[in-house]
């Protein structure tokens, strides 16, 4: 954690001149050159005109190469986690191309035992097909992740907090010790915190990983991922198989996740009231039990042996995949997001609800998932 203490709405300890709640503001943003307008405009086009062959703007020759809207959007990212962003059309299209900028055939890679099943299916059903092994283990025991860290090993994969089950990796701590055996490049998915609440390059990560459809974009209205990175050689590498797969977001989904951008620390500090009021209320509640809240963020898990009925039932939890935007949500990892890792050593229980607690009154969430529970 970044900031454990501050308020994350004043970003207290933000580095810089500028507090984070200021540069999530600005990030990224100059007036528009030619008619000043704020909010510079949405270059919605495929490509640019060539006065004379090779004579183009800076590097805008083709949109698929780059965009002046994404380009904003990726300069926003690398100030906020304080180091080189580079966005992509998914979270997962972002996380194949840092394990591929990264990783060759032969190349080991440290997974955690709790994470996204779709981080899972890349390595274990894609990337293990062009020679990469991986091991998964629980990385908030330090003396298995030690372990686990061989001299193959290009790669340590952290979650934090881990998706469903909502565990906390010592990012730090990771850092630390197998920096003492092993020199592999290690990876934070920041999606649950986001910068508001971790910044794994200022804690010694070499790159933070986000799907921006969650928190950063906010409003369940785009998908997209982002990676950012400190060495400017791997940001070369990522730009340049961003580019060769051609996973990249259009432009108008740039500037929808830009847009939510500037209320990231507003939102954050909403999500965590909510999460908080409805976690206060799961931890008193009949049947229910091993209640999961980071602290932070509006994530919280919980066990119920009718977890199917509750998420059936909510009517302001809306039933469906996906979280981090304005409005919450309810679902059953199992059967839903997690069927992927079903059989494998990140299999979740089937009684676990995961809710993302929007922004709405903590009090309606509550009233919502009271009337939702069965009666003792
Ligand atoms: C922690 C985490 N990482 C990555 C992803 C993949 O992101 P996307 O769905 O934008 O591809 C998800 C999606 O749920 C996620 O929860």
């Not at 050159?33 to 405009?41: E, F, G, Q």
């Not at 981080?119 to 025991?141: A, N, P, W």
């Not at 932070?296 to 199917?308: C, E, L, R």
């Not at 229980?349 to 509550?366: F, Q, T, Y």
Request: contains cysteine.
């Amino acid at each position: 954690m970044s900031d454990p203490q501050g308020d994350p709405a004043a970003g207290d300890a933000s580095p810089g001149p500028l507090k984070l709640a200021t540069r999530v503001v600005h990030a990224g943003l100059e007036p528009d050159p030619t008619y000043r307008s704020v909010i510079p405009a949405i270059h919605q086009t495929s490509t640019f005109a060539q006065p004379s062959v090779g004579e183009f703007v800076e590097d805008y020759d083709y949109a698929r190469s780059a965009n002046p809207t994404r380009a904003a959007l990726e300069t926003a990212l690398g100030e906020l986690e304080g180091g080189l962003g580079t966005s992509f059309s998914s979270g997962m299209a972002a996380t194949h191309a840092l394990i591929t900028a990264v990783c060759s055939a032969g190349d080991h890679v440290v997974l955690p035992a709790d994470l996204y099943g779709g981080t899972f299916r890349l390595v274990d059903k894609v990337l293990t097909r062009f020679g990469i092994t991986y091991t998964m283990v629980d990385q908030t025991d330090l003396d298995a992740l030690a372990v686990a860290v061989t001299d193959a090993t290009r790669l340590v994969w952290v979650e934090t907090p881990t998706n469903p089950l909502l565990n906390v990796v010592d990012v730090a701590g990771v850092i630390e010790r197998i920096g003492r055996t092993h020199p592999a490049f290690v990876a934070v998915d920041n999606t649950f915190a986001t910068p508001v609440n971790q910044r794994p390059l200022e804690l010694g990560a070499d790159a933070a990983v986000h799907s921006v459809t969650k928190y950063l974009g906010g409003h369940s209205d785009t998908v997209g991922g982002a990676v950012v990175v400190r060495d400017p050689e791997v940001h070369e590498r990522v730009r340049f198989v961003q580019n060769s797969v051609g996973a990249v977001p259009g432009p108008f989904d740039c500037f929808l996740v830009h847009r939510g951008l500037r209320t990231l620390h507003l939102r954050m500090a909403a999500h965590a009231r909510s999460a908080e009021a409805v976690v206060e209320f799961l931890v008193g509640a009949p049947a229910v039990s091993n209640v999961r809240w980071p602290g932070f963020s509006g994530m919280v898990s919980f066990q119920h042996p009718d977890a199917i009925g509750i998420a059936e039932r909510t009517k302001l939890f809306t039933l469906a995949e996906s979280l981090g935007g304005v409005e919450s949500l309810i679902e059953v990892p199992q059967a839903m997001t997690h069927a992927s890792v079903e059989e494998s050593d990140a299999a979740v229980p089937a009684d676990l609800v995961r809710l993302s607690c929007g922004i709405e009154a903590p009090e309606d969430l509550v009233a919502d998932l009271r009337a939702a529970l069965p009666a003792a």
